[in-house]
């Protein structure tokens, strides 16, 4: 192993090459991938969405549960959960009434790269993994983000707390969605 290599867990390994792994301190070749991956974020929410070298430590941390799934040994995706407290801060934060009860991930941020979305499993298996993930590990809900009207097809017990008509940079109204696991 390289000094520079992340340090992981391997939560799950698929029989077509695709690895999911749950970062714990992200390596430097990782690190560059994760980057260069983050650039198709851009034009969907602006050039602040992106990762950058100063501000990747922000997503990986100690305080983070960052999901990456690979295929062949390339980062092709990843999700990233954060306990929502992490966030108490953030006027957002404040809508949600279970704000302190440590029983809720944030999904902070979620990304498949284009040539590997909606085909092979890979985006809906890296998000499985995930939530089931957050429900072993005794969180009872999964809250995030989403373009308005996309948070309707995840479960029927999936219900939209607040619509925030305003978010960064995107177009689009967002709504802030809340899915008991
Ligand atoms: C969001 C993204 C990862 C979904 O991957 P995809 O291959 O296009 O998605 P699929 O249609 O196969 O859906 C995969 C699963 O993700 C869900 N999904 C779609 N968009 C989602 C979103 N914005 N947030 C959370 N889940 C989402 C789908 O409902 C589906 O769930 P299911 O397995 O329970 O049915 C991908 O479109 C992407 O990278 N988009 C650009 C970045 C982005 O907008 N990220 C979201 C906000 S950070």
Not at 12 to 19: D, F, G, I, R, V
Not at 88 to 94: A, L, N, R, V, Y
Not at 110 to 118: A, E, G, P, S, V
Not at 161 to 175: G, L, Q, R
């Amino acid at each position: 192993m390289n000094k520079n290599d992340s340090i992981y867990q391997t939560i799950a390994e698929a029989s077509n090459s695709l690895k999911i792994k749950l970062i714990k301190q992200l390596g430097d070749d990782d690190k560059n991938q994760i980057i260069e991956l983050s650039k198709e974020l851009g034009p969907i929410f602006g050039n602040d969405a992106i990762l950058t070298i100063s501000n990747i430590d922000k997503y990986f941390n100690k305080n983070t549960y960052p999901f990456i799934a690979e295929f062949n040994n390339h980062i092709i995706g990843f999700i990233i959960g954060v306990p929502l407290e992490v966030f108490s801060e953030e006027s957002w934060s404040h809508y949600d009434i279970n704000l302190g009860k440590n029983n809720t991930i944030y999904t902070y941020i979620y990304l498949m790269k284009k040539n590997y979305r909606k085909q092979g499993g890979y985006s809906k298996t890296l998000k499985m993994i995930y939530l089931n993930w957050c429900k072993k590990n005794n969180y009872n809900y999964v809250t995030g983000h989403v373009k308005s009207g996309i948070s309707k097809k995840f479960s029927n017990s999936t219900k939209v707390v607040k619509i925030f008509p305003k978010w960064y940079n995107s177009k689009y109204p967002f709504e802030y969605y809340r899915r008991p696991l």
